[in-house]
Structure formats: C-alpha cells, structure tokens
C-alpha cells in the first residue's frame, strides 16, 4: 500500500507513535509518506520508500495567525496525486482529521478517492479537543472519517462520553519494538549517574502542567529522605523553571540531574529503578511503556488508560491523582527490597511484550485494508 501519514513531528507521544508505525510500515513492505511542518523527531532514516514532505505556510502580515490546516490541506492533494497515495492516516484529530476531510472532498472534485483514517491520541479528545470553540469540527471529522482508532479503551469511552459520535471507533493499543529496548540490562554505564548504593529514579514528559510534573519532586523528595536516590528528569516544557525553583527550595538540586530533551531515552531507561507519571490525565502512557519495555517499574497516578499499560502491585504500583504520599509509600515499598524491586522491574518488562509493535502493526493493517475494500464497494 501506499500509505501518507499525518502527524505532529514534535517530541509528543503521538507523534512518536506515528513515526514508528510508519517507519514498521516501510519494513513491512509498504511506501510511507510522512506530510508534517517538520521531520518528524524519531524519523532519522529516510529510504527508498519513507519519504518525508514539509508542509510550508508562508508568513503573511495580514494574517493574525498562519491558516496552517489549509496549507496542509493543499499539500495532502498534491502529495496524494504525485504519489499515488492510496490511504491516508492521521494522527491526532486537530487540525489533521479536518484539514484531511477538505483534502478528500478536493480530490473527489477530481475523480480521486482517498480514504481517511484518524486515530485519536488523548489531548486531542480530553483537553483540547472538547473545548467548545474546537467541538463542533472536532466531532465533524471524527465522524466522517472512514476509519477512526482510539489508543486505549479509556480514550474510546471518553470519546463517546464527550462528543455525538455516530462512527465505530476501533481500540488499538500503543505499541514498542522492543528491540530498541533488549540491552543486557548489565551494560548501562550506570555508574556515570550514580553511586552504586542510590537507586534511580525517572521521569520524561513534556513538562506541561497535565503531566503534574510537581507531583514528581514531591514523591522524589519523600523517596531521598529514606533511602540514597537520584532523579532523571527528561524533557522541556512550560513547567521547567517551576520544578527548578522547586527543587532548589527544597534542597535536592544537586540530587537531581535535568536532561532537556533526548533521542537517548533507552540509555537513560536502561540504568534506572522506577519511573513516575503522575498525570492528571493520561489517554494511554507511551512513556510508562517505554520505561516498562526497559525494566523499569511504575509509580503513576490512575487516571485515563493507564491502568491499561500499568498494573497494579505487578509493574507498578498507581494511586489517585495527586496523591503522593500514596506514590511515595509504594515507591518506598518496591525500593526497600532488592529481591522485590527485580520481581517489579522483571514484570514491567513482561507487562511490556503485550505490547510489542509486531503484534499492534498488523492490527492497523488490516484496518487500511478493510477500510480500502469498503471504499472500493461504495
Ligand atoms: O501528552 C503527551 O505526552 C503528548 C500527547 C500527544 O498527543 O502527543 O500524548 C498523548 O498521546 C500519547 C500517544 O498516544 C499517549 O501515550 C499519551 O497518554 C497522550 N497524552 C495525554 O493523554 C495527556
């Protein structure tokens, strides 16, 4: 097939999950066109059939805000009719679904038919996109796309909660090549980050106030004051000076090490102990899996589809939003005791293959193909 994929090329989930469909795709034997404003963060290689299309929207003073949806929307026709693009998958309802929808209706002028498949990542659906001022369009696309996919059965119930949704909506879980993540676990250079009597603690987000990033150093600030500890802290975000305020007021600066944004997650994971999301909201947790996919045990909060990838008193442990001393008790119960702490980290890990990409991949297969074969029909 050959298949064009919408997605934000930033370092948010899911925009990592669109990359690693599309470059598993590729492997897979399909031709992928990635059509975004940038290379997508997680897409390094581009061969003979991952191609990558800038959509440019040209600055003019005139307009108070860049019309990027029509840009995009311009660009999908043209790319769709240069490359014979038979599908298109989209990532995150806004503005991708719509501006597809304009781009679908464009080519039918034209005899072409091109297929729309949206999958709903969370924020789209939770936080931006049920906002009154976004609901209308947001529940337009969802609904005339021809296929649409949630990452958890949380976003779906959401989904059906929050808009008037006349459209099958398909759960396919996020997914990890767990490849990426089969280190032998005895090579991480951990000694680089710390003693070998403090245990190490994580977390990666893009430090918006959803991710309840102050949550974090309030349970790490218990976990210290009981046992040698370290925090990794990965991404950048609007929180970032709060947390580093935070941190110095609360004299742990020099207890934990900011690592702005990584393309070396895998690194970082491989040498740590336990990681924290504490979200407000959460649709599925890609980065709880990829911490899991690494060995790594989960203190998280129960919100969303994380009780989904998370299982609790198995992988992990998770507690009611902002309920950190709930979070620092369980982290101390798991860190406590060597023999527990590998029974958790060996369980995250096998909690992580039911998420392996060669079981997810062709669960999206199949839908590009059912949703083809229905078009073809009408
Ligand atoms: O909040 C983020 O981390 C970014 C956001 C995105 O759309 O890029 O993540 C959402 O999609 C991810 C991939 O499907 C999910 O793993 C995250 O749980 C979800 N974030 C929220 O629901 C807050």
Known sequence: MTIG?????????????????GLELSKRGHEIHFITYNQPVRLELVSNNVHYHEVNVPE?????YQPYELALSSKLVDMVKLHSIEILHVHYAIPHAYAAYM??????????????VTTLHGTDITLVGSHPFYKPAVTFSINKSDAVTAVSQSLKDDTLRLFNITNEINVVPNFI?????????????????AKDNEKIITHISNLRPVKRVQDVIKVFYGIQKEIPAKLMFIGEGPEKEAIENQCRDLGILDKVIFFGKSN????ILCFSDLFLLPSQT??????????MASKVAVI??????????????????LSNVGDTDDMIKNALHILKDEKRLEDFKANARNQALKFDLHAIVPQYESIYEDTLSKCLVL
């Not at 003019?60 to 108070?64: S, T």
């Not at 090549?177 to 680089?192: A, E, M, P, S, V």
């Not at 070396?264 to 690194?267: A, P």
């Open 264 to 267: 070396e997650i895998d690194k």
């Open 300 to 317: 998280s909060s129960n919100t969303g589809g994380i009780p989904e990838v998370n299982i609790q008193g198995y992988s992990g442990f």
């Open 60 to 64: 003019y003073p005139l307009f108070h």
């Open 177 to 193: 090549d767990l490849d990426k993540y089969n280190h032998n676990f005895t090579d991480c250079q951990r000694g680089i980050m």
């Open 103 to 116: 781009a679908k209706k464009m080519l039918q002028e034209e005899g072409i038919h091109l297929p729309i």
């Open 5 to 21: 994929i919408v997605c934000y090329p930033t370092f948010g989930g899911s925009g990592v999950v669109a990359t690693e469909l």
């Open 282 to 291: 959460e649709s599925f947790g890609l980065a709880a899996l990829e911490a």
